[in-house]
């Protein structure tokens, strides 16, 4: 099995069981439990609303994201979003009115080559957060687009993730193994502090094949985690690392360039009463372990399985995932993607795709919305809130 990070909590497994997690303790995952079949739905979770986005010739988005990572930070007033195609960040209000683009690309002073994280927003200071991958900086703007302070992160550290912690603090991950988990300064990028975790030395996908967000905002706190590791933790505005999850599955080895350390329990989402995600899994990696998509009910103490994966392949739809099953009512955390914010997740939804499909998917809303919109308009964007 995978190593533990530095607490060992032998104690708490006991006394809270297999199941565990109902009364505060640690939760127990284990792949090869034949765990039973849940019928929630996505009305049962959250509330659904289809957003058309505007469309002008200098506000022109690709809809591209990833499913899994926070490209998207919502508000009362406004989305931000960010396009991994053009490596920009568009600003639209709830209504999907184009309202700015934040930055620019170039070599300038203010200006970025790539957009490897979106780190956060605080509307407190009029922040916006994003990390250059290529030139290795930081760069602050205002909410109306204005340029405010660029630095240099101290560490040497390949960033695998970063998003603000606090007030004072963005927390970051070195996704080759050395720092592990570290909060550098908002001001100017130095170290504050670093986590006492012990990684196993990087030798797990080394062709970056199976992506992974290793840290991001959750109800209650930061969800830590990381495929070289048994356990998921939670870390609090503060700093407190709690462990809350660990998986005690013995995954079977495909392979020796290839471990079982290639899959384990993601957790994606949290509302006030459930866990949702899935077995991180790729075909070529770990063909032995199928991915499925879980969900643990905090109230009963218990694990289910997830119904309602789409049954429509992204080679059948183009790269663009269309997520019939979410329009249809599923929940299908799959085709979900997670915001900066917790309490939101977001599907992009190509016009296009959805008017070549219109047989597959049933929503009278999004037939609403979809009256006089052409396929080549922005897209739809479908927002989801957890209850």
Request: aromatic letters at 12%; hydrophobic letters at 35%.
């Amino acid at each position: 099995m995978k190593k533990l990070l530095v607490i060992l909590f032998a104690s708490t497994l006991m006394a809270c069981g297999r199941g565990g997690g109902a009364g505060g303790g640690v939760i127990v995952f284990d792949y090869k439990t034949n765990y039973p079949a849940s019928d929630l739905t996505l009305a049962d979770v959250a509330d659904v609303e289809f957003i058309p986005i505007g469309t002008s010739d200098d506000f022109l988005m690709s809809g591209i994201t990833n499913a899994k990572a926070g490209e998207a930070y919502v508000s009362d007033q406004f989305v931000i979003y960010k396009d991994n195609n053009q490596g920009q960040l568009y600003v639209f209000d709830r209504q999907g009115n184009p309202i700015r683009k934040i930055g620019q690309k170039g070599r300038g002073p203010g200006e970025y080559l790539w957009i490897q994280h979106f780190v956060g927003v605080d509307e407190a200071s009029d922040e916006v957060y994003i990390y250059d991958g290529m030139l290795d900086n930081l760069l602050v703007y205002s909410l109306t687009g204005e340029f405010k302070r660029d630095f240099k992160i101290e560490s040497n550290a390949y960033l695998g993730g970063m998003q603000l912690l606090n007030d004072e603090e963005i927390i970051c991950f070195d996704q080759m193994g050395y720092e592990g988990f570290f909060t550098v300064s908002r001001q100017d990028g130095k170290i504050v502090r670093k986590f006492p975790i012990d990684l196993i030395p990087y030798a797990h996908d080394p062709d970056g094949r199976m992506a992974y967000p290793n840290l991001f905002a959750n109800k209650n706190g930061m969800t830590l985690f990381d495929l070289r590791t048994d356990t998921i933790y939670r870390m609090t505005n503060e700093g407190e690392m709690i462990p809350t999850l660990v998986d005690i599955t013995k995954y079977p080895s495909p392979s020796e360039l290839y471990g079982p350390d290639n899959a384990q329990f993601l957790p994606l989402f949290e509302t006030e009463r459930y866990i949702m995600g899935n077995i991180l899994t790729m075909p070529w990696i770990t063909p032995d372990v199928k991915g499925k998509n879980y969900v643990y009910d905090k109230q009963k103490g218990r694990w289910f399985t997830l119904a309602g994966e789409d049954s429509f392949s992204i080679r059948e739809l183009g790269m663009a995932k269309l997520g019939i099953g979410a329009i249809n009512g599923q929940l299908n955390i799959e085709r979900c993607a997670r915001t900066l914010n917790p309490g939101y997740a977001t599907i992009l939804l190509q016009p296009g795709n959805l008017l070549e499909n219109r047989d597959k998917w049933e929503s009278k809303e999004l037939e609403a919305v979809l009256k006089g919109v052409t396929e080549n308009d922005n897209p739809i964007l479908m927002l989801i809130t957890f209850k």
